[in-house]
């Protein structure tokens, strides 16, 4: 049983629970200390290689008529930004130095999840609340209230009100009480939120100057700014001429209006079983009364594996369970089984779903659940069988619904097969013979293709058009002499 702190102040609470949907609940810990008993950072969250480092700080910034505005600014940023940076670069440099973490402030029960130093990957976020009314106030341009942002090399004389300045060099991400709950729920998988975070300091170091006028923004920008070539979201342009990128205010506001992020938001709600499926078995080894012998936090699972699959892949896979389940066939007085294969994000691993009915005197056997994942099992070797370029095979397995209502259970299991010799392939062979499970004449291959952004008509040359004119960039000059590319909204 893992026991977790679920943040103290009501912000910290809030980003907790979305932190808890993007990063899982065996990933995020709020509240986190150190072997001296301070507290770490206000949420830790580590999945694989990544390192996400979270400083939630409110502090109200007021209007005070006798004061000046500029004077009132300079001290509501060094409370709420510029401490929290500094601490989280110290938080860094203490999780790199290998000492211990806990999950108390008594320290008596340990960090779970390990933490390699020398291959880790880095995300400090400070998170800021209340400047949002100030924002608003101060500009009529301003739609939400949100914190404009620069990364670059940092200049003491320029002190504008709601703009903040990061140093490109040890760059810290920033975000406001509008901007996080938009990041976290839409980039609510970890390889979503991982790769923008990327992108975003890929773009801070190629770029002399990253700015703009709000994390929301930004975020519009890259969902909109697609590489056919690198098949990726990228932030600012290819082109080698241009050494600083603008993203103008309002792009954030004019995708969410458009027809294909209305319609992918009606479409991705099926995605989220795939996420059902994933919560309930982190819950149970929360809980403590997860079954079997997967190591959940070391990354040795099915689970670990379900979990890195971006939202617009958990579609799909989504669609195709539900589809199979609908087809299973009704003959619920024999032993009825049915396998379907699911191709992954990664090109090297493959999902196994494989479905059992059995008449009720059968479930009752107490080695049941044992047969059923031994079936599972070996659809798994006979999918490596038949797909020999796998290097990990995960299987779910669940009984058939529309039977007797009963409360369902699923198993996973994962096998590796990066050194899959021909010993191995014969055995699963041989355990196939009986089953011929994806060796039958029975067996059908569908084709789709998937699409991040789903238009209203499902041609693909459409969804290209559409994303075209969506992303559309025109370059444009500034006085200072620096060449930028400004990003205008459709």
Same mark, same amino acid.
Not at 213 to 239: A, M, P, R
Not at 450 to 457: A, G, M, R
Not at 470 to 486: A, D, I, Q, V
């Given at each position: 049983?893992?026991?977790?702190?679920?943040?103290?102040?009501?912000?910290?609470?809030?980003?907790?629970?979305?932190?808890?949907?993007?990063?899982?609940?065996?990933?995020?810990?709020?509240?986190? $200390?150190?072997?001296?008993?301070?507290?770490?950072?206000?949420?830790?969250?580590?999945?694989?290689?990544?390192?996400?480092?979270?400083?939630?700080?409110?502090?109200?910034?007021?209007?005070?008529?006798?004061?000046?505005?500029?004077?009132?600014?300079?001290?509501?940023?060094?409370?709420?930004?510029?401490?929290?940076?500094?601490?989280?670069?110290?938080?860094?440099?203490?999780?790199?130095?290998?000492?211990?973490?806990?999950?108390?402030?008594?320290?008596?029960?340990?960090?779970?999840?390990?933490?390699?130093?020398?291959?880790?990957?880095?995300?400090?976020?400070?998170?800021?609340?209340?400047?949002?009314?100030?924002?608003?106030?101060?500009?009529?341009?301003?739609?939400?209230?949100?914190?404009?942002?620069?990364?670059?090399?940092?200049?003491?004389?320029?002190?504008?009100?709601?703009?903040?300045?990061?140093?490109?060099?040890?760059?810290?991400?920033?975000?406001?009480?509008?901007?996080?709950?938009?990041?976290?729920?839409? !980039?609510?998988?970890?390889?979503?939120?991982?790769?923008?975070?990327?992108?975003?300091?890929?773009?801070?170091?190629?770029?002399?100057?990253?700015?703009?006028?709000?994390?929301?923004? @930004?975020?519009?920008?890259?969902?909109?700014?697609?590489?056919?070539?690198?098949?990726?979201?990228?932030?600012?342009?290819?082109?080698?001429?241009?050494?600083?990128?603008?993203?103008?205010?309002?792009?954030?506001?004019?995708?969410?209006?458009?027809?294909?992020?209305?319609?992918?938001?009606?479409?991705?709600?099926?995605?989220?079983?795939?996420?059902?499926?994933?919560?309930?078995?982190?819950?149970?080894?929360?809980?403590?009364? !997860?079954?079997?012998?997967?190591?959940?936090?070391?990354?040795?699972?099915?689970?670990?594996?379900?979990?890195?699959?971006?939202?617009?892949?958990?579609?799909? !896979?989504?669609?195709?369970?539900?589809?199979?389940?609908?087809?299973?066939?009704?003959?619920?007085?024999?032993?009825?089984?049915?396998?379907?294969?699911?191709?992954?994000?990664?090109?090297?691993?493959?999902?196994?779903?494989?479905?059992?009915?059995?008449?009720?005197?059968?479930?009752?056997?107490?080695?049941?659940?044992?047969?059923?994942?031994? @079936?599972?099992?070996?659809?798994?070797?006979?999918?490596?069988?038949?797909?020999?370029?796998?290097?990990?095979?995960?299987?779910?397995?669940?009984?058939?619904?529309?039977?007797?209502?009963?409360?369902?259970?699923?198993?996973?299991?994962?096998?590796?097969?990066?050194?899959?010799?021909?010993?191995?392939?014969?055995?699963?062979?041989?355990?196939?013979?009986?089953?011929?499970?994806?060796?039958?004449?029975?067996?059908?291959?569908?084709?789709?293709?998937?699409?991040?952004?789903?238009?209203?008509?499902?041609?693909?040359?459409?969804?290209?058009?559409?994303?075209?004119?969506?992303?559309?960039?025109?370059?444009?000059?500034?006085?200072?002499?620096?060449? $930028?590319?400004?990003?205008?909204?459709?």
């Amino acid at each position: 049983m893992i026991k977790k702190s679920l943040g103290i102040t009501e912000t910290e609470k809030m980003l907790a629970e979305f932190c808890e949907r993007t990063f899982l609940k065996l990933w995020s810990y709020p509240n986190p $200390y150190k072997g001296d008993g301070h507290e770490l950072c206000d949420l830790l969250a580590v999945f694989g290689d990544y390192v996400f480092i979270f400083f939630d700080r409110k502090k109200q910034l007021r209007e005070t008529p006798d004061k000046d505005p500029q004077v009132l600014w300079d001290q509501w940023k060094r409370n709420v930004i510029d401490k929290q940076v500094k601490t989280s670069h110290g938080a860094e440099r203490y999780i790199r130095s290998g000492r211990e973490i806990f999950l108390d402030a008594k320290r008596t029960i340990p960090f779970p999840l390990a933490i390699d130093p020398t291959k880790s990957i880095f995300h400090k976020i400070v998170v800021a609340h209340g400047a949002k009314e100030a924002c608003e106030k101060a500009s009529d341009q301003n739609v939400y209230g949100s914190l404009a942002i620069s990364y670059c090399k940092i200049d003491e004389e320029l002190r504008l009100p709601f703009h903040i300045e990061i140093d490109k060099h040890n760059p810290v991400h920033i975000f406001d009480s509008h901007n996080i709950p938009i990041v976290l729920s839409e !980039l609510d998988t970890i390889s979503d939120f991982s790769n923008y975070l990327d992108e975003k300091l890929r773009a801070v170091i190629k770029y002399d100057e990253l700015t703009y006028c709000g994390e929301e923004d @930004l975020l519009g920008h890259y969902l909109l700014n697609y590489d056919s070539v690198t098949k990726q979201h990228i932030i600012g342009t290819n082109h080698n001429d241009v050494n600083c990128i603008m993203v103008g205010e309002g792009e954030w506001h004019d995708f969410i209006k458009s027809d294909i992020y209305q319609n992918t938001k009606k479409e991705n709600r099926i995605s989220y079983f795939w996420d059902e499926l994933i919560q309930r078995t982190c819950q149970n080894a929360v809980n403590g009364t !997860l079954g079997g012998n997967s190591d959940l936090l070391r990354g040795q699972s099915a689970i670990f594996e379900m979990t890195k699959e971006p939202r617009f892949i958990r579609r799909s !896979l989504s669609k195709i369970i539900k589809r199979a389940v609908l087809n299973f066939p009704d003959y619920p007085e024999q032993v009825t089984h049915q396998v379907t294969f699911l191709p992954s994000y990664l090109p090297d691993v493959g999902y196994v779903f494989f479905q059992f009915r059995a008449p009720p005197d059968y479930r009752t056997h107490h080695d049941y659940l044992e047969k059923r994942r031994t @079936l599972l099992e070996i659809a798994c070797g006979a999918a490596k069988n038949r797909f020999p370029h796998l290097t990990k095979i995960i299987g779910i397995g669940m009984d058939a619904p529309m039977f007797e209502g009963e409360t369902n259970s699923e198993d996973f299991i994962l096998l590796p097969c990066d050194t899959w010799d021909d010993d191995m392939g014969k055995y699963y062979e041989k355990l196939n013979q009986e089953f011929k499970f994806f060796g039958t004449t029975q067996l059908k291959q569908f084709n789709e293709h998937v699409t991040e952004f789903v238009p209203l008509t499902s041609a693909n040359e459409t969804a290209s058009k559409t994303n075209s004119k969506l992303g559309r960039n025109e370059p444009c000059h500034c006085g200072s002499g620096k060449k $930028y590319k400004k990003c205008h909204g459709a």
